[in-house]
């Protein structure tokens, strides 16, 4: 009797001290709503959005002028000598000065010029606009925006993927939950079955073999409480990275599972080609190539251009020699100009692009065509799984009902000795994976409802 005690406190110590405290309800609303927020993958597709909504902006488009402004400003100072040889001072009539002393002509002095300042300004607008480029612009621009959709949908991608990665962890912390209750209750069952066995044997009306049967029982019933429940929070912390927070956050989740109405569904399937993601991406992808091609058939045109610019300059000279005054010149000018470039032949460069862009498109509706084929049998599979799934999920609900009374009887006759704690204890088990059976497969057809929905483009349309 002391072994026994001993043995039912040591285990209960052990389950205490790893259960796991959920004093939260994390909805499958609240899950959405953090993921859609916080996920990693998320944030990044919808900075890649972003990009894609700046590139495709008018001021991206080159149907916009450039206008460039330029002005600039010089200071110059100069000390200067300026010496004459060979010249000789004259008079008002021209002839030659004497000088009285030596008799010889007087010689022009030097000219000295200090601190002479020179200033030049200038300030200059230019504008640039190309008029025509032979429709290469119009096919970008038009490509950009195509460009954009696409990233819109690669971001529609992200989120389907990562709302499907969101339920497939929520739905294994919901089946976990599930089955720790059921190993509980499997728990308190065997522990009541110990205590039974253990007072039957005090009074003599079984051996000890029946007191061992549970005993060991209890001791495996415990262990699996505890790696299931050791299970539990590993995978509460996989969902707690797929929602960014923190991953020591403890929660129950919402178990009840809704299927969708097969008149709906059936719509979705109708309709599942023309929404699926990657049929929508291949057609963009075909619209952008061709863009490309029609851009790359602008190099057969002329460019034609304009440019116009406005101008001031003032320079102020300094005084020289010969020129002693100041000299300003204030100028102001304008201008409009016309080019018209053709490129009449590139060496053969612009005939291979286009020659290569016409294979890159030819190569695009073909894999567009295989995508077709491939997403025809992803969506067949998915329904095929499904059905099979939400069936396999019915039979077990029956299954359970058929291990429930099963066990129930079992326990009754084994309450008036009529078979022994052997076959009570595989009764036990058959309700055990009947129950936990019925927890997989409810979640697995759920799973491949979410699948069936994401290949018809509608996972991110319905209540989940």
Do not use: C, H
């Amino acid at each position: 009797m002391r072994v026994k005690n001993f043995l039912t406190a040591t285990i209960l110590v052990a389950l205490v001290n790893s259960s796991v405290a959920q004093d939260q309800i994390l909805s499958k609303e609240k899950a959405v709503q953090l993921t859609l927020e916080n996920n990693f993958g998320i944030i990044i597709a919808r900075n890649n959005v972003k990009v894609a909504a700046n590139n495709k902006s008018f001021l991206n488009s080159g149907f916009l002028p450039s206008l460039i402004g330029s002005a600039g400003a010089n200071y110059q100072r100069d000390d200067s000598t300026f010496e004459f040889p060979g010249q000789f001072l004259s008079d008002a009539e021209g002839n030659p000065l004497i000088d009285e002393q030596t008799g010889d002509p007087v010689p022009r002095p030097d000219a000295e010029l200090n601190k002479a300042e020179a200033q030049r300004y200038s300030a200059r607008v230019t504008a640039n606009y190309t008029l025509f480029d032979g429709l290469g612009r119009l096919y970008d621009y038009k490509r950009l925006k195509e460009e954009y959709n696409l990233s819109e949908l690669q971001a529609r991608e992200t989120i389907e993927t990562t709302m499907l990665q969101l339920f497939t962890v929520y739905f294994e912390v919901a089946r976990l939950s599930e089955n720790i209750g059921v190993l509980e209750e499997t728990f308190a069952n065997t522990k009541n079955r110990l205590q039974r066995a253990d007072y039957s044997f005090e009074y003599g009306q079984t051996n000890k073999l029946d007191v061992l049967n549970a005993e060991v029982d209890l001791v495996n019933d415990s262990i699996n409480l505890m790696n299931e429940r050791q299970t539990l929070r590993n995978t509460q912390r996989d969902l707690n990275l797929l929602l960014n927070r923190d991953l020591q956050v403890t929660f129950a989740v919402d178990t009840t599972v809704i299927f969708a109405n097969p008149l709906i569904l059936e719509d979705f399937l109708e309709q599942g080609e023309s929404n699926n993601i990657r049929m929508l991406q291949a057609e963009k992808n075909i619209t952008i190539n061709d863009y490309n091609l029609k851009a790359g058939k602008s190099v057969f045109l002329p460019t034609v251009g304009l440019t116009g610019f406005y101008g001031w300059n003032l320079n102020q000279n300094a005084p020289s020699a010969f020129f002693p005054g100041v000299n300003v010149n204030n100028r102001r000018n304008f201008g409009l100009g016309a080019t018209l470039t053709w490129d009449l032949f590139d060496g053969g460069s612009g005939i291979t692009q286009i020659k290569n862009a016409k294979v890159l498109l030819e190569s695009q509706e073909t894999l567009e065509q295989q995508i077709k084929q491939e997403v025809k049998r992803d969506i067949a599979n998915a329904k095929g799984n499904y059905n099979n799934r939400l069936q396999i999920y019915r039979l077990q609900e029956q299954n359970v009902i058929t291990a429930t009374n099963n066990y129930d009887r079992s326990s009754e006759r084994y309450k008036l000795g009529q078979i022994s704690s052997v076959e009570l204890r595989q009764a036990q088990l058959n309700l055990l994976n009947a129950k936990t059976s019925k927890s997989l497969a409810k979640y697995n057809a759920k799973l491949a409802e979410l699948q069936l929905l994401q290949l018809t483009g509608q996972l991110l349309n319905v209540d989940l």
